[in-house]
């Protein structure tokens, strides 16, 4: 691969070859799709398959009835399926299947957000920056952006949110109508549905069936939405143009070498360090029983997931031509602006900004990160004492995830009704603490603080046994009671919250004035740099918004090996070794002579997708849902900073082996019908 | 520490700066140490301290007198003392006192071996690898080996091992004084002996009694060992010159940039991520129960060791400018040989032939190396399949590791009665098979033949049920029997060993003609150039073989503070928290109030040593112990790839606290007599 990367690196800052790039809906490219593919993508056409597109909390998902009816992936509702399950029973590996809407269950902590217009506030924000030091503007930009989500919210009645794009060359409030009410209608079992597991995962050919559906309500009912994608079964032809309209969750395209090289030294080695050594404790407790075998399976499989990922995005910046195209770009546009005075080396501030974040991070990953406090019950009593303190705060002087406009979510968060384990609590936060004294070491003041007569295990243990904030009315007094319950509370997970606030705090500051306000000012004037160079032919980095891409169906050369797009049901059956993660489930097993052995799986795509774009609708020109995506190949998984068109593919589930699943397995003949398949 | 980077980096080709180097005893540079100290270290003091030093199989050891009585690290001994334990009693965990020589316990799996000669062969390999075609020459020049070390034997009646010094520059034949009956002395508790444990592994200031005694014996007595060094109970003084004699293990600093790019991007990482897995299962299943904890201790210990080292090794290869100032020294090595017809390009040689390993590494790493079947009952199957295989073969044309050389070492270890603990084998062999399936694919076909239809716990619960080889009795009959034993084996381990042999020996020769070969064929080159331009002021990489260095008595500036080079007793108990690491045992709590709290603990040193230097006594001029070297600073793990004078620390335990252990804790009169000390 090392030959095409400099080409490569240097078209992360040009105009999009191939068909790269992640487009908002303002700025999509039609022209150059109707003259490649001679398909007219209208606003029509854009805003209907906008107003069908959802960003639920994790994922994106698509409208395909007028009755709210939500087509996504089986992975994106895990947490859900956890969530409404029981160390004796467990929803994760029995799926569930309504027969009617009153058997459709609560996702307690899901919501629905679906875009419904976009207002670029750029001037704005800039405005209120602008003559201010950089830990000043900093501050100021974030106050603006608190002010204009609040008056928007107000004015509109909708969910407003700022968006950041292009690391700060533009400012955008995204206006959505969110469905906090949102119900599980369907789900296969995890055998099926991430038949692979972590082996295939990010792998191609593949066979899971990983989808999952459903419902947004409103006012306890089915929500109306005329808007929506209807699901065409036969799927699409090898070659055929394809979109995916979804929420990419983040890229770093257009990071400069600095960043990209602080994330190969720390972020990404340091992650993998202690979520590998949490794989084996998860995958050792699981052993212990089969309830505690149920309870860890969900956080294991999201784990997995993030190692796989994290491990190749490693091996991307290992790839040290990358890194020197691009400081050749860098170098580049820098040329590009010499005659500038007041431009400065915004890549060498940067680099400097970096430089300190380097001596802050690992305090910080501990202490405001809470790596070092890796427990759900320490996340409910962080976020009830921050919630408190800052409520008692001028809107525009929070924190920015405690504004009035977050605290509605975080409160559906913190105060829904979801099991803790203490087992897994215990593990969780043991291996916590015990790594914080490692990486801090046993004489940093935190440490001593709690350690310094104490061991991580039994500090966990009697944390965890003492703390009632498992109790959801417990965590609503607290909620309701503010400032005063969060001093009265005796409760030792609050006391611990309490107690390592203002050292958090005081990292959090010094994080945001040394290395995000400084970076923040250069990644301005680089991107207005970029703007004056390259137009704006470029797409923004992704930011868990709203984007649309176009791309085939096609597979790709894999060392000298075609691989075939598209992959059949009949594989699956040889796969099987009759123990997950390559189990086929019962329910299949059951009904296997009816099924079509032919019926196609998975599908291979050109498109430019990335994590967050899980559960987006496969679309084709017309309209009509073609395939739903739920991975990438391995290569795609560099696609976190830069676009190998060769051999970049994402992966969707075709439509036809989930009208077969519905049909034959589940017997699911009142969503056939909503769907118009029956 | 970027900005002496560069300046170390050109030192790795340099003539050593600073008292920096692993000096051979030939070439040690007593002129230099003359001139900067006044020590006169003369012929009679080198072989004294040569005589007296032991290479046990892991680390360095020291005659203390006349009766094989031996000083060395207590982490060296771990494993004899888990050996020596059963999962209802630790001597990890208890120590162990002889009160008299009956109760001496034999290290089954225990050598010592002193350096007796050296002789330089470097003429008679160069010589029959002439004019030959890389591979053959590889195949050549280690036939060549095989056939001096057994001629060596055959004349000398002495242990002959061939050493390959300067990446081949130089080739010497060592010849060793080998006492195969080691037995255990006296050992603390671990809680003292790793006081600290992983959390203040390589740190300092430090308080560890990282000590233990063990016996060379000769026809079942006591040996004789006129050459041995005495304690100096008293220490060193600071900044006093002090020497170690011992067997660093191995080091970088003279391998190319390609070289080190591999370790940065496949050898270090990959390991990381596995290892940080496995102790994370090590540590929950140590939590099943108190027979768990003993068995998992020692490798537990061992394992956290490899991790914290190779995570500074990682950071040392992400500081880009110890790579480009490799890069330029290469340049101004290359530039020197310009004139050199027929010099070539090795560098280039060497980097393409890291290319192909990058390819084989994986399959390589699982297969050839095992890594997919960690287990103590398929080691006895690999080694006792192989053997038989290879004691067919003329001795030249064995793989090296089974030459007649070798074998009855190999037969020690294999044969040694050790405890096999099930748990342990399924634990340990289910995660590396799990894994093997996870980075090769579920489509290698040794994945497919072994898991095909079955699961990685399945599969290794299987196999280590029916395994008979945990019994020494099997695995004698299996040794003696050879091939017919083998052949007619039905042990399911054994018959495992046979499936992967084919495969694994045509990754091995694929590597050992395509890596090996062409990369031996350029060092050797390199190591040409090198002499010619710089001649023999550079010391050879550390590679187990006996070094001499010498350094000072002293701290360093960390962050802009001053550590001091000595610790003291009063402060270990300060720094206890009542629970392991920082435990300190019911022994010492006992006659706390007879404790001289003053009594030195641990010392600081700017000695150059790296792991395999464990074990080894700090000498003074006079040739008299006056410490044990345990240990590096954090800042010594990047000694692999060069050495900073301001920063690298060797540590070391003081012998007062050995002396005061020795009296009032263990009350072990009869070696302190023998030590005259009483």
Request: aromatic residues 8%.
């Amino acid at each position: 691969m090392r030959k095409i990367l400099l080409a490569l690196s240097f078209a992360t800052v040009l105009p999009a070859l191939a068909d790269e790039g992640m487009w908002t809906f303002d700025n999509f490219p039609a022209a150059t799709v109707k003259e490649k593919y001679g398909a007219n993508i209208d606003g029509a056409w854009l805003d209907r398959v906008r107003r069908s597109t959802i960003r639920l909390s994790n994922c994106t998902a698509s409208f395909v009835s007028p009755d709210g009816l939500i087509l996504t992936n089986h992975h994106c509702v895990e947490s859900c399926l956890a969530e409404l399950s029981s160390k004796d029973a467990s929803y994760v590996q029995t799926g569930y299947v309504s027969r009617n809407r009153k058997e459709e269950m609560r996702c307690a902590t899901q919501v629905a957000d679906v875009l419904q217009s976009m207002e670029d506030i750029t001037g704005k924000v800039t405005q209120a920056a602008a003559g201010l030091g950089e830990a000043a503007a900093n501050e100021a930009r974030k106050q603006a952006l608190t002010r204009l989500e609040q008056a928007c919210e107000k004015d509109s009645k909708q969910k407003c949110e700022s968006v950041t794009l292009y690391q700060g060359g533009q400012y955008f409030l995204y206006k959505y109508k969110r469905y906090d009410d949102v119900r599980l209608v369907l789900a296969p079992e995890a055998d099926i549905a991430s038949f692979g597991g972590d082996p295939d995962n990010f792998q191609f050919p593949r066979w899971s069936l990983d989808f999952s559906m459903l419902r947004a309500y409103e006012n306890g009912k089915p929500a109306k939405t005329p808007d929506h994608l209807p699901i065409s079964f036969a799927g699409p032809a090898a070659g055929q143009l394809v979109f995916v309209s979804g929420h990419p969750g983040s890229t770093a395209r257009l990071e400069t070498r600095a960043e990209l090289e602080f994330e190969r030294d720390l972020a990404l080695p340091i992650w993998l360090l202690r979520y590998s050594e949490l794989r084996g404790r998860y995958i050792e407790f699981g052993k212990t029983g089969e309830a505690a075998a149920r309870i860890v399976e969900a956080p294991l499989n999201s784990l997995e997931n993030g190692i796989k990922v994290r491990r190749k995005l490693q091996d991307a910046l290992h790839e040290d031509s990358l890194l020197e195209g691009k400081g050749a770009a860098e170098a580049a546009l820098r040329a590009k602006m010499a005659g500038d005075t007041g431009f400065g080396d915004p890549w060498a501030d940067i680099a400097k900004a970096t430089g300190i974040e380097r001596g802050l991070y690992l305090p910080y990953l501990f202490l405001e990160g809470a790596g070092g406090f890796n427990s759900a019950t320490f996340r409910y009593a962080r976020a009830l004492v921050r919630a408190a303190a800052e409520r008692g705060k001028p809107n525009t002087e929070r924190l920015r995830e405690y504004t009035d406009s977050a605290l509605p979510r975080l409160g559906q968060q913190v105060l829904a009704a979801v099991p803790v384990y203490p087992e897994l609590e215990n593990l969780t936060l043991s291996f916590s603490l015990e790594r914080m004294r490692e990486w801090l070491g046993p004489d940093h003041p935190v440490v001593r603080q709690l350690l310094a007569k104490d061991s991580p295990d039994h500090l966990a243990a009697s944390l965890v046994a003492g703390t009632q904030l498992a109790d959801p009315a417990l965590r609503k007094q607290l909620w309701d009671g503010g400032a005063a319950a969060i001093a009265a509370s005796s409760d030792p997970m609050i006391r611990l919250a309490i107690a390592i606030d203002e050292p958090s705090r005081a990292l959090r500051k010094r994080f945001e004035d040394e290395v995000e306000a400084p970076i923040a000012a250069a990644s301005e004037k680089i991107a207005a740099a970029r703007f004056k160079a390259y137009g704006t032919n470029v797409y923004p980095d992704a930011t868990f918004t709203l984007r649309l891409n176009y791309g085939t169906v096609a597979g790709w050369n894999e060392a000298g090996k075609e691989v075939a797009p598209f992959t059949r049901l009949a594989t699956a059956f040889e796969r099987a070794t009759g123990s997950s993660p390559f189990l086929i489930p019962a329910s299949w097993q059951k009904v296997r002579d009816s099924l079509d052995m032919q019926t196609p799986f998975c599908i291979s795509t050109t498109s430019d997708i990335v994590g967050g774009n899980s559960g987006s609708a496969l679309i084709d020109a017309q309209g009509r849902i073609v395939g739903l995506m739920f991975d990438g190949n391995i290569h795609s998984i560099s696609g976190n900073y830069w676009f190998d068109s060769a051999k970049n593919r994402g992966i969707a589930v075709h439509p036809a082996i989930i009208r077969e699943a519905l049909q034959k397995v589940y017997h699911a003949d009142s969503v056939l019908r909503e769907l118009g398949a029956r």
